[in-house]
């Protein structure tokens, strides 16, 4: 699946927005308070509201009356992705669309549907569309023979009127776009990495194949590639890890006599390993990233807040590349920065620009900027025409 738009309406300083063609590889820039942090917390929202329910995915952000616009607060929140799926054979756009409303205080999800057009002509057919926990989808859409007055709806009511209709139908394969995006949805991987999460021992006797979004769990992932894939993706890995970090030689998995997990760092000048509580915070994050993007499976999108934090410069080129290939693997990407060396790397049609504009965020795209591009076409990089002031509106006033 690849997401081809986002339109906000009401999200935090998102008044009203709508990113079209949005790339595999998705590079966002922009003064601190632009909005970067939030447009991708939407991802982090919309995950949050799966996995609990819409009312408690507000209050861990502050409530309602936080999250939806100010001045804007007797209206409703709408967040409407646009994204490519196979279904039948054919790849189809699909759109799911989530408003969430107030009633005395509460807050309910006012309307949710998923739709795509069944044909090369007509509207968009809507195979799931509820609203304050009744509704109704379709069970037989796969059926493109029949008409669309011959398909099967299946009336259902929920538990309470802040959840959504995918958390539950999504989990029957019957409801096939539900069960897709509910999945896509599950996989996301918003990162809230944090070192001091990452250092330490961990027990010896847990599992893990996925990095979690903050990193706690990277001995025990490694530890996964090492005892699994330990000549191919895990060798891989720490070949690059020695082209980058100055005297590493190995990486191993190392288990304490007291059943704690740590991870091993090789340096050709001593005998023993340094444990990774030890080692550099740039040498740990470059280590997760890897382990990350080296991943037998790729997440169906990946975000990536400032990844040049803690790490230096002149690596960044190839991480930005690393980043496009995770892309290539399926795994769409989205990254926000504030480093010229990083933009670089970037070509003009994977960036864009937030600005704010009478307190309200909006977005501007690089590709659509005439006089970037003629000088990208001229051989210019991206990182400097950002330093020169060529993003109108990107500066701090």
């Keep these: 699946m690849k997401l081809e738009s986002i339109k906000l309406k009401n999200f935090k300083a998102f008044r009203n927005v709508h990113i079209k063609d949005i790339p595999a590889f998705c590079v966002v820039v922009g003064a601190n308070g632009s909005g970067k942090t939030t447009l991708f917390d939407v991802f982090g929202f919309l995950r949050d509201c799966l996995t609990y329910n819409v009312t408690r995915a507000l209050q861990s952000r502050g409530g309602f009356k936080e999250v939806v616009t100010r001045g804007f607060e007797k209206e409703s929140i709408v967040i409407e992705l646009q994204y490519r799926?196979?279904?039948?054979?054919?790849?189809?756009?699909?759109?799911?669309?989530?408003?969430?409303?107030?009633?005395?205080g509460r807050s309910v999800v006012e309307q949710e549907v998923l739709q795509y057009k069944r044909g090369a002509f007509g509207s968009p057919?809507?195979?799931?569309?509820?609203?304050?926990?009744?509704?109704?989808?379709?069970?037989?859409?796969?059926?493109?023979d029949k008409q669309d007055e011959e398909l099967t709806r299946e009336e259902q009511s929920l538990e309470g009127t802040d959840l959504l209709a995918i958390k539950g139908l999504g989990q029957f394969k019957r409801f096939k776009a539900a069960n897709a995006f509910r999945q896509l949805l599950e996989n996301w991987h918003v990162s809230d990495f944090h070192i001091e999460m990452v250092r330490g021992g961990k027990d010896a006797a847990g599992y893990a194949e996925n990095l979690s979004v903050s990193g706690d769990n990277l001995q025990l992932v490694a530890n996964h590639l090492f005892q699994n894939h330990r000549d191919t993706i895990f060798a891989q890995i720490v070949e690059i890890m020695k082209r980058r970090v100055?005297?590493?030689?190995?990486?191993?998995?190392?288990?304490?006599?007291?059943?704690?997990?740590?991870?091993?760092?090789?340096?050709?000048s001593f005998k023993d390993p340094f444990i990774d509580r030890f080692v550099s915070d740039g040498t740990l994050k470059m280590f997760a990233y890897l382990v990350l993007l080296y991943a037998p499976e790729a997440h169906p999108l990946l975000c990536i807040e400032e990844p040049e934090n803690q790490l230096y410069p002149s690596l960044l080129v190839e991480l930005a590349e690393e980043f496009r290939d995770y892309a290539r693997r399926g795994g769409q990407v989205f990254v926000s920065t504030h480093s010229p060396d990083f933009l670089n790397?970037?070509?003009?049609?994977e960036v864009f620009w937030l600005v704010k504009q009478?307190?309200?965020?909006?977005?501007?795209?690089?590709?659509?900027?005439?006089?970037?591009?003629?000088?990208?076409?001229?051989?210019?990089?991206?990182?400097?025409?950002?330093?020169?002031?060529?993003?109108?509106?990107?500066d701090p006033q």
């Design 125 to 144: 057919y809507q195979f799931l569309k509820f609203s304050r926990g009744k509704g109704y989808a379709i069970t037989n859409e796969e059926d493109f």
């Design 246 to 268: 100055p005297g590493i030689t190995a990486i191993n998995p190392i288990e304490s006599p007291d059943g704690r997990l740590l991870l091993g760092f090789q340096d050709g």
């Design 345 to 349: 790397a970037c070509e003009v049609d």
């Design 85 to 104: 799926m196979v279904i039948t054979g054919k790849n189809r756009l699909v759109t799911y669309s989530l408003e969430i409303a107030q009633d005395n």
């Design 358 to 394: 009478k307190g309200y965020s909006q977005v501007k795209r690089a590709s659509e900027n005439e006089q970037i591009t003629a000088y990208m076409k001229s051989g210019d990089k991206m990182g400097y025409l950002w330093k020169q002031g060529f993003f109108d509106g990107v």
